[in-house]
């Protein structure tokens, strides 16, 4: 959806361009098909957690690497709504730079004091999605554990840590993909708001894996998405 380019364009217009333009593909997709679930990945973070202010400072629309307009940058700092939302089944995250050190959904190797290059201040938004978010950060990646630079006790940077995530994390990840789907339909109440029910256990067999193969087709190919994406990055 964007290819993190450092030139042509810049970083900070290559993420604003894919955040504009994958809001506006999940928003017109949840309305052509109002009952399919969504897992995302990845950029998808500032879409439903909101866009981390330097973002929306820095970022263009669309195609055109300009400025946005004020009332556009609003528009694009802001999370998408509950009724699209209420479709998504997981956000999982890999290297994010909006990463804050002290968010309940970390999970890796990160450096406690370390939070990534752009670090949210606020991550409520975020926490609200509950147990449907994960990010995984591992120590040293300089993308998403910044605070390795300033370790004065063993101070290292990990490049190739970023380059490994769906590697090391993979098998952790498809379980709880294929958990979150099963276990939806319950975090719903008849209105189409969360409610505070208690998930099942996340599948750990083959035997319960196998069980993807019941996802709807589009479904099974938002999950392989969710992995994909962070192989191109």
Same mark, same amino acid.
């Given at each position: 959806?964007?290819?993190?380019?450092?030139?042509?364009?810049? $970083?900070?217009?290559?993420?604003?361009?894919?955040?504009?333009?994958?809001? /506006?593909?999940?928003?017109?997709?949840?309305?052509?098909?109002? *009952?399919? /679930?969504?897992?995302?990945?990845?950029?998808?973070?500032?879409?439903?957690?909101?866009?981390?202010?330097?973002?929306?400072?820095?970022?263009?629309?669309?195609?055109?690497?300009?400025?946005?307009?004020? /009332?556009?940058?609003?528009?694009?700092?802001?999370?998408?709504?509950?009724?699209?939302?209420?479709?998504?089944?997981?956000?999982?995250?890999?290297? *994010?730079?909006?990463?804050?050190?002290?968010?309940? $959904?970390?999970?890796?190797?990160?450096?406690?004091?370390?939070?990534?290059?752009? $670090?949210?201040?606020?991550?409520?938004?975020?926490?609200?999605?509950?147990?449907?978010?994960?990010?995984?950060?591992?120590?040293?990646?300089?993308?998403?554990?910044?605070?390795?630079?300033?370790?004065?006790?063993?101070?290292?940077?990990?490049?190739?840590?970023?380059?490994?995530?769906?590697?090391?994390?993979?098998? *952790?990840?498809?379980?709880?993909?294929?958990?979150?789907?099963?276990?939806?339909?319950?975090?719903?109440?008849?209105?189409?708001?969360?409610?505070?029910?208690?998930?099942?256990?996340?599948?750990?067999?083959?035997?319960?894996?196998?069980?993807?193969?019941?996802?709807?087709?589009?479904?099974?190919?938002?999950?392989?998405?969710?992995?994909?994406?962070?192989?191109?990055?």
């Amino acid at each position: 959806m964007y290819p993190a380019t450092e030139s042509s364009p810049v $970083y900070f217009d290559s993420v604003a361009n894919g955040t504009w333009l994958l809001k /506006k593909s999940l928003t017109n997709y949840a309305k052509a098909c109002p *009952d399919s /679930k969504i897992a995302g990945a990845q950029v998808t973070s500032n879409n439903f957690c909101g866009m981390a202010a330097i973002w929306g400072l820095q970022g263009g629309i669309e195609a055109q690497h300009t400025p946005a307009e004020l /009332k556009q940058t609003i528009e694009l700092s802001e999370p998408l709504p509950e009724e699209v939302i209420k479709n998504v089944i997981s956000v999982v995250l890999f290297g *994010d730079p909006t990463h804050t050190s002290n968010a309940t $959904y970390n999970y890796g190797t990160y450096n406690q004091s370390g939070n990534g290059l752009f $670090y949210r201040s606020d991550i409520s938004t975020c926490e609200a999605l509950g147990n449907g978010i994960r990010s995984y950060c591992d120590a040293g990646d300089p993308f998403c554990d910044i605070g390795a630079y300033h370790d004065s006790v063993a101070p290292f940077i990990n490049a190739t840590a970023h380059m490994m995530y769906v590697q090391n994390y993979g098998d *952790d990840v498809v379980p709880f993909l294929v958990g979150r789907y099963h276990n939806i339909s319950s975090n719903y109440n008849s209105t189409g708001s969360r409610s505070t029910a208690t998930e099942s256990a996340l599948p750990s067999s083959t035997a319960e894996l196998n069980g993807a193969a019941g996802l709807m087709p589009m479904t099974r190919i938002a999950l392989i998405a969710a992995l994909l994406v962070h192989v191109l990055i």
